[in-house]
């Protein structure tokens, strides 16, 4: 059971009392090397999760900066199992720091779902999210991934009220995440005061740890959302990192890393009323 | 999947679940789906009230003009030698394509629900054209998402579509062609969840959109059902239709689906050719996957990535197809062929030439199989050909491609 991993982290963030920060990578941008140094870094930068995007041609619910990156990504020939080996490698460095795949449906569909999720577990792989696999369209899919140990993260968002929330969570394990805003990824801006009583509501009907992601770019934010919520996903801004370091010719494994741990400090000191050095 | 067994009632699909078969369902965003759900209610709410029905009938008849004639073709007949071809008029709708159908109940449906604001993507343009037209007519603003490539391919129906009052945004994201186009409507549609009615031009999408489209559509085959009785008193041998996304073609075929005796057969872009990889051809092509909210055979690479589609026509420069041409290709109660660039050039010439009607390059590709169609079916048949839009539009297209200045 690799979804262990994810239980395991939440449960000691618990006792340490403070939210997770979960940085998002897009695999092999902008380049298999890099990709596998940043991947690498990640933890000791502060990053309590990671989520890894597995980019598809078509994603319909990024913003700009993702839907770059995938494209990045894809126009250097990343193949899904160029997604999963640096996984592998990072996993022989690391047992402890739990990995999500973050995508669409039709790459799964085309490996098929027990080929994939058997390849995924192999990796050391801990859950998925798929963007376009809804809780009405999952049974295949989570079934495949359960027997191999990998959880399904299912995504809620503003729009998914009271009466559909059960609906949303029947399946669910690992932990929920929360769309902060109605729209795509990196454009609008999440606001905790409206995040907050969302979040409550999911881990109350959940019994499950809140991520919350889409629309946190700064380390102020984070800090904002750290508060309220059981975990800070930051995607865009870390991509945009990389696609500016690599016009300006500088070190891509270097800029995003520190990128990182500045939200990792942000994320990790919110709730003690300490400001992030 | 398994092998698909032949329904005994094929127009009773799809399930409740959105399902042809394998094929159609909800792959969406959550941030969609209860959006998704309520306009599945709205809709089966409408198609029952007697009141929606008859506002977009009289609508069809005095403003899109329908019935639209089933014009017997007779020098194309004899050119060919064959069965008695029928060209379905649609070209003569109101905006010069069958497009419209779909627009005008999808815009009763929008103002039904209370939606204030319209967002549609289009690939020639005709479903733009279309989708302005009925949010003038309405007084809705109306955003028309159109791929740079095509906008510049087709700049007289993006003129149409200001003078209409639309606005249309150009998408350089991806390919820029239609499928980014229908990215990109998407991406304004979880944005804008509140306000927002997505006027989907084809039968594609999720579930409700291949059910409502094709529904709306499907007036066309109930006319060419009734005017082929009526004036040959029995039903024709085949229906033949071009196929992109495919509403045009389900549309006519769809009243045919429990007349087994009829032939159904839809024909795809083959652009430069099958043994290349520039077509649009995804049930000869391609594979089943998932893009756009539904399962249906897809152009795709191995890895399942989506590859681009290529065909001289805009409209059917799609990688995908709707589900339940998907479904009907499966069970074998309809037929896919294909038709090249090439080919299709020379239908367009041949009908401009032999009946003076000029059609829209999407339909010339379902007339590059007719005399085929024809032969086979023989002297003493009958073959219904929709032609689902004009050719006006295409003129420049036509011109480059035969090197000549206009």
């Known amino acids: 059971m690799t979804k262990a991993r994810i239980d395991a982290r939440f449960a000691a963030l618990k006792a340490e009392g403070r939210a997770a920060f979960v940085p998002y990578v897009m695999a092999g941008d902008p380049d298999a090397a890099t990709a596998l140094k940043i991947l690498k870094g990640l933890p000791a930068a502060g990053a309590d999760l990671i989520e890894v995007g597995f980019p598809f041609s078509d994603p319909m619910a990024e913003g700009p900066p993702i839907q770059r990156a995938a494209l990045r990504a894809l126009a250097k020939g990343l193949t899904l199992r160029g997604t999963l080996d640096p996984i592998a490698a990072f996993r022989e460095g690391d047992q402890t720091t739990p990995i999500i795949l973050m995508g669409y449906m039709n790459p799964l569909v085309s490996r098929g779902f027990k080929d994939f999720a058997r390849e995924a577990a192999e990796a050391g792989v801990d859950g998925m999210i798929v963007v376009d696999c809804p809780p009405e369209e999952a049974d295949p899919l989570a079934d495949a991934l359960e027997a191999h140990g990998l959880a399904l993260i299912f995504l809620t968002s503003p729009t998914t009220d009271d009466k559909r929330l059960p609906t949303v969570l029947r399946r669910a394990s690992g932990f929920v995440y929360y769309v902060s805003v109605a729209g795509v990824t990196g454009v609008k801006e999440a606001d905790a005061a409206s995040v907050a009583p969302n979040v409550e509501r999911i881990r109350k009907a959940s019994g499950l740890p809140v991520a919350v992601g889409f629309g946190i770019k700064t380390p102020e934010r984070a800090a904002a959302i750290a508060e309220v919520a059981d975990a800070v996903v930051v995607g865009s801004a870390l991509v945009d990192v990389v696609a500016e370091a690599v016009e300006l010719n500088e070190d891509v494994t270097t800029r995003v890393l520190s990128k990182v741990d500045s939200l990792a400090k942000a994320v990790r000191f919110a709730r003690r009323g300490l400001t992030a050095v | ?406």
């Open chain 2, 1 to 406: 999947m398994n092998a698909p067994v032949r329904p005994n009632d094929y127009a009773a699909f799809p399930d409740a679940k959105g399902r042809f078969g394998d094929y159609g369902g909800q792959y969406v965003p959550e941030t969609l789906m209860p959006l998704v759900h309520d306009l599945d209610a709205a809709y089966t709410a409408a198609k029952a009230d007697p009141a929606f029905q008859a506002e977009l009938d009289g609508f069809l008849t005095h403003y899109v003009g329908r019935p639209s004639p089933l014009y017997f073709a007779e020098r194309l007949t004899d050119h060919f030698g064959g069965a008695k071809i029928y060209l379905k008029r649609e070209e003569l709708n109101h905006t010069g394509s069958h497009k419209i159908n779909n627009c005008m109940g999808q815009i009763l449906l929008a103002r039904r629900m209370g939606k204030t604001r319209i967002i549609a993507e289009t690939g020639a343009g005709q479903h733009g054209v279309a989708s302005a037209t009925v949010c003038a007519r309405f007084g809705l603003p109306c955003i028309v998402y159109m791929g740079a490539v095509d906008v510049e391919r087709q700049k007289p129906n993006v003129f149409r579509m200001n003078l209409l009052g639309a606005r249309v945004e150009a998408v350089t994201s991806g390919s820029a062609t239609l499928k980014d186009a229908m990215n990109e409507a998407l991406r304004d549609w979880v944005t804008n969840v509140h306000d927002t009615y997505y006027m989907i031009g084809t039968a594609a999408g999720m579930h409700p959109y291949p059910e409502m489209v094709r529904d709306f559509q499907a007036v066309i085959g109930r006319e060419t059902r009734a005017q082929v009785l009526e004036i040959e008193g029995r039903l024709p041998d085949a229906v033949v239709a071009c196929v992109g996304g495919g509403s045009n073609a389900i549309g006519i075929f769809h009243p045919f689906l429990n007349d087994e005796g009829v032939q159904l057969i839809g024909v795809e872009a083959a652009g430069d050719g099958m043994d290349t990889d520039r077509h649009a051809a995804a049930i000869n092509g391609g594979r089943p996957g998932v893009l756009h909210g539904n399962m249906t055979y897809l152009l795709q690479d191995r890895e399942g990535q989506i590859t681009e589609a290529h065909s001289i026509s805009a409209g059917l420069d799609y990688p995908g197809i709707e589900p339940e041409h998907s479904w009907l290709h499966d069970v074998g109660r309809a037929t896919y062929q294909t038709a090249t660039d090439a080919e299709s050039l020379e239908a367009f010439m041949l009908l401009s030439k032999l009946e003076g009607i000029l059609p829209a390059i999407e339909s010339a590709h379902a007339l590059a199989r007719i005399g085929d169609i024809a032969r086979d079916v023989g002297k003493g048949g009958v073959v219904v050909l929709n032609l689902s839009g004009r050719g006006d539009k295409d003129v420049n297209t036509v011109a480059a491609h035969l090197g000549r200045q206009i």
